[in-house]
C-alpha cells in the first residue's frame, strides 16, 4: 500500500507538471500486475493500455476492470504480451506516458528494452521506472539483523525478493546513464520505502492518523538527500528528447 500511494503521488505530481491541465493522456503500463496504476489512472480519465506477460495477474486485471463503471472500461485495453516485446504490439511514439514498474529486476539486460520502452513514447513523453535500488541493497539484511546478508549484499546487485525469486537491482548512476543513451534523459527521482521495507506485506495497516504520518514521512525522505538514496526501490522519470 505504502508503494502503490507513493508512486501515485510522484505520477500525479510529474504528469500535472509536464502536461496541460485536463489533456487526456495515452498510457501504457509494461508489467501492470494486478492494475492498481493503470486502473486509477483510467479513472482519472486517461486511455490505458496494460501489458502484462502472466496470465494469473492478467486475470486479476480483468477481474477488477469488471467491477468499474462503464466509462472506465471503455478507456482500459487490456492485452497479454511480454514488455521486451512492445514493438510487436505498437508503433513509435503512440504513448503520452509508459509505465514499467516492478519489472527490470526480472530482466537479465534491461538496456534493449528500455530502449523500445522509450520509442514507445511520443516526443515529450514521459517514462516511469520503479527499480530495486541496488545501492542499498544491504539496508533490508542489516537492519533485521542479518549480518552475512548485510556484508554480502554490499558488493552485489542480486538478490532474493519477497516471492522467494533470485532477481537483480539497478544503480541509479547506471540508469541515469542508459536513459541518456535512449534519449530519455533522467528528469528527476523518488525513494520509495525508506522507513518501511522491512515490514511485512501482511502487516495491517495502521489508524488513518498514524497512516497518514508514515506516508508524510516516506514522502518526505523520498524526496530528500542523504535518505532517498537509501530507500529499497527508486522511482525515476525520465523524458523523451
Given at each position: 500500500?505504502?508503494?502503490?500511494?507513493?508512486?501515485?503521488r510522484?505520477?500525479d505530481e510529474?504528469?500535472?507538471?509536464?502536461?496541460p491541465?485536463?489533456?487526456?493522456?495515452?498510457?501504457?503500463?509494461?508489467?501492470m500486475g494486478?492494475?492498481t496504476?493503470?486502473?486509477?489512472l483510467?479513472r482519472?480519465?486517461?486511455?490505458?493500455?496494460g501489458l502484462?506477460s502472466?496470465v494469473q495477474?492478467?486475470?486479476?486485471?480483468?477481474e477488477?476492470?469488471?467491477?468499474?463503471?462503464?466509462?472506465i472500461?471503455e478507456?482500459?485495453r487490456l492485452?497479454?504480451?511480454?514488455?521486451?516485446e512492445?514493438?510487436?504490439?505498437?508503433?513509435?511514439g503512440s504513448?503520452?506516458?509508459?509505465?514499467?514498474?516492478?519489472v527490470?529486476m526480472y530482466?537479465?539486460?534491461?538496456?534493449?528494452m528500455l530502449?523500445?520502452l522509450?520509442?514507445?513514447?511520443a516526443?515529450?513523453?514521459?517514462?516511469?521506472?520503479?527499480?530495486?535500488?541496488a545501492?542499498?541493497?544491504?539496508?533490508?539484511p542489516?537492519?533485521?539483523?542479518?549480518w552475512?546478508g548485510a556484508?554480502a549484499?554490499?558488493d552485489?546487485?542480486?538478490y532474493?525478493?519477497?516471492l522467494?525469486?533470485p532477481v537483480?537491482?539497478?544503480?541509479?548512476?547506471a540508469?541515469?546513464r542508459t536513459?541518456d543513451?535512449?534519449?530519455a534523459?533522467?528528469?528527476?527521482?523518488?525513494?520509495?520505502r525508506v522507513?518501511t521495507?522491512?515490514?511485512?506485506n501482511?502487516?495491517?495497516l495502521p489508524?488513518?492518523?498514524e497512516l497518514?504520518?508514515?506516508l508524510?514521512?516516506?514522502?518526505?525522505a523520498g524526496?530528500?538527500?542523504?535518505?532517498?538514496?537509501t530507500?529499497?526501490?527508486?522511482?525515476l522519470f525520465?523524458?523523451?528528447g
Open positions: 500500500m505504502v508503494r502503490q500511494e507513493l508512486v501515485a510522484h505520477l510529474q504528469i500535472a507538471g509536464r502536461f491541465v485536463g489533456q487526456r493522456l495515452r498510457v501504457l503500463d509494461v508489467g494486478q492494475g496504476q493503470a486502473l486509477r483510467a482519472a480519465g486517461h486511455s490505458v493500455t502484462e502472466d495477474m492478467l486475470k486479476v486485471a480483468r477488477a476492470l469488471a467491477t468499474e463503471p462503464e466509462g472500461r478507456r482500459v492485452i497479454e504480451g511480454d514488455g521486451r512492445t514493438g510487436v504490439h505498437f508503433l513509435p504513448f503520452d506516458v509508459v509505465l514499467c514498474h516492478g527490470l530482466v537479465e539486460e534491461p538496456d534493449a530502449a523500445g522509450a520509442r514507445m513514447l516526443p515529450g513523453g514521459l517514462l516511469s521506472l520503479l527499480v530495486r535500488n545501492d542499498a541493497l544491504a539496508v533490508r542489516g537492519l533485521a539483523g542479518d552475512a556484508l549484499a554490499f552485489s546487485d542480486s532474493t525478493n519477497r522467494g525469486l537483480r537491482a539497478d544503480r541509479l548512476a540508469l541515469t536513459l543513451g535512449i534519449a534523459p533522467l528528469h528527476t527521482w523518488y525513494g520509495v522507513f521495507d522491512n515490514v511485512s501482511d502487516a495491517d489508524a488513518a492518523d497518514a504520518r508514515l508524510a514521512a516516506e514522502d518526505r524526496r530528500t538527500d542523504p535518505y532517498r538514496h530507500a529499497a526501490l527508486l522511482h525520465g523524458v523523451r
